[in-house]
């Protein structure tokens, strides 16, 4: 399956080296390894390949050497760098890793000017479409989440277990290697939470209350979760919104297949998901900035999703599963932007219509062909 990434990839390693990054299992060796490129890949988990690194002996006649959890090496980023400063020709680096590599991505400097990065997430509609459908790629990122193994294998019962066994090692194995933390079993209570409010406004003083812990520690460990690619906030808006917008986030999964709070809350964690991985690959692919926001005021009024690149509300976005009455409240939030694109995201069939500048869509097809 072709990943959107790979020509980007492809063509910055002609000059940099490229950083890539991402949940586990969610395709990182797979990509790097179907470039089209001849390759020598190393895993620094690996004792073997270990002393490869160290002693500089990979394959030169390859085109790229994709070095795979080198963030775990001591001093990987002075190490690379002098790698590339001194060799500076082919092969170029392919640096594969998860949480330490993206906390690297965003406030490293060793190696300015030397690299691009790239956040990998599991499948988007835009990928799988072409393998069964836009239709049934959502479908089945609906049930199974869009993370490549159980995504194509396309089974429940295969799908709960192998969920079971990647939280299990992204917790036990990932985290430790991340941060000490000396309540991992109160982190994975956070986990369960969570899973069953996804799409609800979370309180941090309520997570901490249930878990007999400070909100500061709830903070730190949501900031952690974020780290190893489990969750992502989404924030309210706030710039130029009469009356002042409530601030807590909503808290939605990479893995739609974990959400455990009701189909409503799984459709919208599958669109989030969607959502934030099209707008990281526009980050990535040009530099601009971007987010994903909700709407939502004092009275209750509510949108599900608001699109904003380079500081530019894009999509105004509420997502249903078969009501095709238009939602008044994105009437209401739509007076506060110019040209902004509003979209009411069907899940069942429905026929395309327009009410005033408001367009009532059937979501799969929207996803496949979203563009900023």
């Not at 000059?15 to 299992?25: D, I, N, T």
């Not at 406030?107 to 997430?121: E, N, P, T, V």
């Not at 003083?205 to 949501?222: G, M, N, R, Y």
């Not at 909503?250 to 009701?262: H, I, P, R, W």
Request: charged share 30%; net charge positive.
């Amino acid at each position: 399956m072709k990943r959107l990434l790979e020509n980007f990839i492809k063509k910055d390693l002609s000059g940099k080296m490229v950083l890539l990054s991402g949940a586990r299992q969610v395709g990182k060796t797979t990509l790097s390894k179907q470039l089209g490129l001849s390759y020598d890949y190393l895993n620094f988990d690996s004792s073997d390949d270990r002393k490869i690194i160290h002693k500089k002996t990979w394959n030169r006649d390859a085109q790229i050497i994709i070095l795979d959890e080198i963030h775990k090496m001591k001093k990987w980023k002075s190490w690379i760098k002098g790698v590339f400063d001194t060799e500076k020709k082919p092969p170029n680096f392919l640096l594969t890793g998860s949480a330490r590599l993206d906390i690297y991505r965003k406030g490293g400097d060793s190696l300015a000017g030397r690299h691009f990065s790239y956040r990998l997430h599991p499948l988007t509609i835009k990928e799988a479409a072409p393998l069964c459908g836009a239709k049934e790629a959502f479908d089945r990122i609906l049930r199974m989440g869009g993370f490549p193994e159980p995504f194509l294998k396309n089974d429940h019962t295969y799908a709960k277990r192998w969920r079971r066994r990647h939280l299990d090692i992204v917790l036990r194995q990932d985290l430790i290697d991340l941060e000490r933390i000396n309540d991992l079993k109160s982190v994975e209570i956070l986990v369960d939470l969570l899973k069953e409010r996804v799409g609800s406004l979370v309180s941090y003083s309520s997570l901490a209350e249930d878990l007999q812990t400070s909100v500061p520690t709830i903070k730190h460990w949501l900031q952690i979760l974020e780290n190893l690619y489990v969750i992502f906030p989404v924030r309210p808006y706030h710039k130029n919104i009469a009356r002042s917008l409530l601030k807590e986030p909503k808290y939605y999964f990479y893995d739609t297949g974990a959400v455990e709070s009701g189909e409503g809350a799984r459709l919208e964690n599958a669109v989030a998901s969607v959502l934030k991985a099209e707008l990281h690959f526009l980050e990535d692919t040009t530099g601009s900035r971007v987010n994903l926001c909700y709407l939502r005021d004092k009275e209750k009024r509510e949108v599900d999703f608001l699109t904003v690149v380079d500081k530019k509300p894009v999509h105004l976005i509420e997502v249903k599963k078969s009501d095709d009455n238009f939602s008044p409240h994105l009437f209401h939030f739509s007076r506060y932007f110019k040209n902004i694109a509003c979209y009411q995201l069907v899940y069942h069939a429905v026929r395309p219509k327009t009410k005033n500048n408001v367009r009532l869509l059937p979501l799969p097809e929207f996803l496949e062909a979203i563009s900023f």
